[in-house]
């Protein structure tokens, strides 16, 4: 059993505008203070080779030492990338800390969102792999004496945007007046 406990939430609405999990940390926002991380999966089949982790460098060093078992499994990789159309971002507009797998393609583009996504594209073995990667990431995460890292205030999400360049895009895709306003978000 891991010292802190593992919450499993499967969202809708991502992509209108991911709905569910922005309704999620909006419900929940009294409680992401004492949440370690959100583990996020969204990119098809592919091999995963570590995760994004949302342009958190001060995480960085823990999630390499804590996810060091995930090496066997070619699943160390970590970069700063920031997706801004994917469930952990609503959590990273909350200042926790989340970690989106970064997974190669597959045949995840050609399948799309289209009627040939059906049950005999799924590859059994790399979805077995899969499994096992989130589980170590959730468990190790959890019971590790350390926090991942702090929920960052809103001081430190907009000084990250801006070092990243997030800010910009945060303007471009239309959720910068969501974040002005209080509407998503960490509150001031």
């Known amino acids: 059993v891991p010292r802190r406990s593992i919450r499993f939430v499967l969202f809708t609405g991502e992509e209108q505008g991911m709905l569910g999990s922005w ?6 926002r009294a409680e992401l203070d004492h949440m370690d991380a959100a583990i996020i999966y969204d990119s098809g ?13 001060d995480v960085e060093a823990q999630a390499s030492r ?3 078992p995930l090496k066997s499994l070619g699943a160390d990789n970590f970069t700063l990338d920031v997706e801004d159309g994917t469930d952990s971002f609503d959590f990273m507009l909350e200042g926790v800390p989340t970690l989106a797998g970064n997974q190669d393609p597959a045949n995840y583009m050609e399948n799309y969102h289209s009627a040939s996504d059906t049950y005999d594209k799924v590859d059994i073995p790399e979805l077995k792999k899969h499994v096992a990667i989130a589980a170590i990431t959730a468990f190790a995460i ?30 471009e895709e239309g959720f910068q007046a969501l974040w002005n306003n209080g509407s998503r978000g960490r509150q001031p």
Do not use: C, W
């Not at 089949?45 to 570590?50: A, K, M, Q």
């Not at 004496?145 to 303007?171: T, V």
């Open 66 to 68: 804590i996810l060091a």
């Open 142 to 171: 959890a019971d590790d004496p350390e926090r991942l890292g702090p929920r960052q205030n809103r001081h430190e999400i907009e000084a990250m945007f801006k070092e990243i360049g997030f800010d910009k895009e945060m303007q």
């Open 23 to 28: 309704a999620y940390a909006r419900a929940h």
């Open 45 to 57: 089949i592919g091999r995963v080779t570590g995760y994004t982790l949302s342009g958190r460098k």
